[in-house]
């Protein structure tokens, strides 16, 4: 049986074919119920905690350098227990570069690996819920929205340390 097109048919096709396609390449304005958001590899999610989180301090950083002080002792703060205390090993187990970016009030909005530690996808995870978990972060009352830049090294235990508050290596 030979079956031809003809040109309404095609045209027809075409529409449904642009239309699929258009579909396919839409993207969500918001981040999936999953609880997680845009940038990241894993689909951590912040663990069920106090329905009252307390809102940090503002923050008075006056660039996102400074601010890098605030997030990270933001994060030392909420997770005292898994901070490696003194100097780290000469080797680690993971080295992971996150950004993330926050809205006005401190809210994650998306996150960007630079470095992913791509050999250890559950230190990927635990990073990504970390942060989440962490927010709101403090609020930097001069920038507005900001991306704060760390690097995370993590020891075989499950600790870290973050680059802008490390004691450093012997």
Known sequence: MICSLSPR?????????????????????????????????????PEPGPATRTVPRPSAAANPRDYRKDAARHIYDANKERIYGGKLPPVLYAVGTLQVNLDAQGKVLSMHWMRAPKHAP??????????????????????????????????????????TLTEGQP
Do not use: M, N, Y
């Open 9 to 45: 048919r095609l045209a027809l096709a075409g529409v449904l074919f642009a239309t699929l396609w258009l579909a396919g390449c839409g993207s969500s304005p918001t981040a999936p119920i999953t609880g997680t958001v845009p940038g990241q590899l894993s689909g951590a999610t």
């Open 122 to 163: 559950e230190v990927i995870a635990e990073i990504e819920r970390t942060v989440l978990e962490a927010s709101p972060f403090p609020a930097a009352t001069q920038l507005g929205r900001v991306t704060w830049t760390d690097t995370w090294l993590w020891d075989k235990g499950g600790h870290f340390q973050l680059d």
